[in-house]
């Protein structure tokens, strides 16, 4: 028999390694899309055996829903927990979004952004990935939509905001911010995705001193 | 030796086959990317010979390429061009936004837009059709930010809008609705994205009557 010290010490290793190569399939994705992922590659990479991977995932979809729901986790850690340190209402609001842009302007991910990167890809794909992506952005947009309706509430945004107009908003100028930095300019694209979520809350906001003057 | 006029005819047959060949890649494109273009596959799905499609592409890099060329001349015929019915000025920046929205709105592409699927496919690996999509981006910008100009030296605009800026919003609020609709809800998307982009106008023009009410 295993002594249980000697078990914990695997699984902890297990785990280490599942982690480890999570990370690495988000990175991945975010430059060749879920398609691009195999367990080979991955071994190869990590300088792993293929066969303890197997262990991990018995097949590509496992793994590429495993992938999902990581980047999920990552995202929540680098865009949603910041935000946190901020008073609720506009001001939380407005650190979600910098948040985001600091994420991206980090160069955490190859590619950018996992989720900018495989939801095109995946759209048009009915199953069991797409479904988790579908989660996923719901989650997130549930997320935003929740912070603008406190903002309103507490009186931070005029009554007249529309929570899911304005949550279209800031998701459809955040990820623009990607599409225009990988294909266009950088530099520019985090600039100008700032300064036209901003402009869309000061004409919303009902005391200016609650957001950033630049 | 062939007479002239069955010259003729054979280079138009050869031509209808191009378009025909080009028009259902860009389809298939706007679902599966455009690695998932094969002359294979086109040619089971158009009921032509392969080996007649490699008379017009020598390799898969020909016919990507090819394919965003005629991606770009659908784009300007159904959203630039219909847009010239309208005076210079916002009214013509505001009509090719909703001429981009008519676009996805009838489902022309099985996938939405060829540009939306293709460019976070393509934007982290150099090469030849990456460049062609640059090119393409470029340019659609650049039309944008010109409409944009020309409505702030008419006077439609104040002359505080910012053209780069702004086109930057178009941008994002248009590509956001494709992103919107395909994985969250279709009719919310077109409805959000054409209210996103007649607010930011309205903020900026300096006659509300040249925009719609609603």
Not at 33 to 38: I, K, V
């Given at each position: 028999m295993t002594p249980p010290a000697q078990q914990d010490g695997r699984r902890l290793r297990g785990e280490r390694t599942r982690e480890a190569v999570l990370t690495a399939a988000v990175a991945m994705a975010s430059v060749d899309?879920?398609?691009?992922?195999?367990l080979g590659r991955l071994a190869d990479d990590l300088g792993v055996s293929k066969s303890g991977l197997f262990a991990h995932w018995r097949d590509k979809e496992e793994l590429q829903i495993a992938t999902v729901a990581w980047a999920r986790k990552q995202w929540q850690a680098?865009?949603?927990?910041?935000?946190?340190a901020q008073p609720e209402g506009v001001r939380r609001l407005f650190a979600v979004h910098e948040a985001r842009l600091a994420f991206y302007a980090a160069g955490i991910l190859p590619g950018g952004c996992f989720f900018a990167a495989v939801e095109p890809e995946l759209d048009d794909h009915p199953g069991a990935v797409r479904d988790c992506l579908v989660t996923a952005k719901r989650e997130w947009l549930g997320f935003v939509r929740t912070l603008v309706e406190e903002a309103v509430v507490l009186g931070d945004?005029?009554?007249?905001?529309?929570p899911d107009l304005l949550t279209f908003e800031i998701e459809a100028l955040g990820a623009g911010a990607i599409f225009h930095a990988r294909l266009v300019d950088r530099d520019d694209a985090l600039d100008f995705s700032r300064r036209a979520v901003l402009h869309r809350l000061r004409a919303l906001v009902t005391d200016p001193s609650l957001l950033p003057e630049g």
């Open positions: 899309g879920l398609d691009g992922l195999s680098n865009v949603v927990q910041p935000a946190y945004l005029v009554p007249a905001a529309d």
